[in-house]
């Protein structure tokens, strides 16, 4: 038996976009219900939550959001109009979650490499990238 300790998801909100969509895919299909849009005013709103039951609670409150065919109130967003889609590229993924952890930092950027597992000169070396 092996022990793996991880941080709870409250502290890598970077990956609630990834886990959500791959949640969205499997239990809507498994569900035979059409998928939920993904907004970001929805991811937003997920990222500010504790997630006191970690992963499996995400998953929870997809499959029930997906059974009744809406967001709880407190997810929930008024905007439709930025779905995301599953098929984005490698680097548009790698952006947006190391830009999410940034912002989760509050602009830190050593404390968004030590949360990545990455060198504070990788941060940098990608925002730089991004910004042309």
């Given at each position: ?52 039951g ?18 709880p ?35 830190n ?7 990545l ?16």
């Open positions: 038996v092996l022990s793996i300790q991880m941080p709870v998801l409250k502290e890598r909100i970077g990956d609630i976009r990834e886990l959500a969509l791959m949640f969205i895919q499997q239990i809507s299909k498994s569900l035979g219900v059409p998928p939920l849009t993904l907004s970001e005013g929805v991811l937003m709103n997920m990222s500010r939550y504790d997630w006191p970690n992963v499996r609670e995400l998953r929870n409150l997809i499959e029930r959001s997906l059974i009744i065919g809406e967001w109130s407190e997810f929930a967003s008024g905007e439709d109009s930025e779905e995301v889609e599953a098929t984005d590229s490698l680097a548009a993924v790698e952006q947006r979650h190391i830009l999410s952890v940034l912002d989760a930092c509050d602009g950027r050593a404390e968004a490499a030590r949360r597992g990455v060198s504070r000169k990788t941060i940098d070396r990608k925002c730089a990238m991004w910004n042309g």
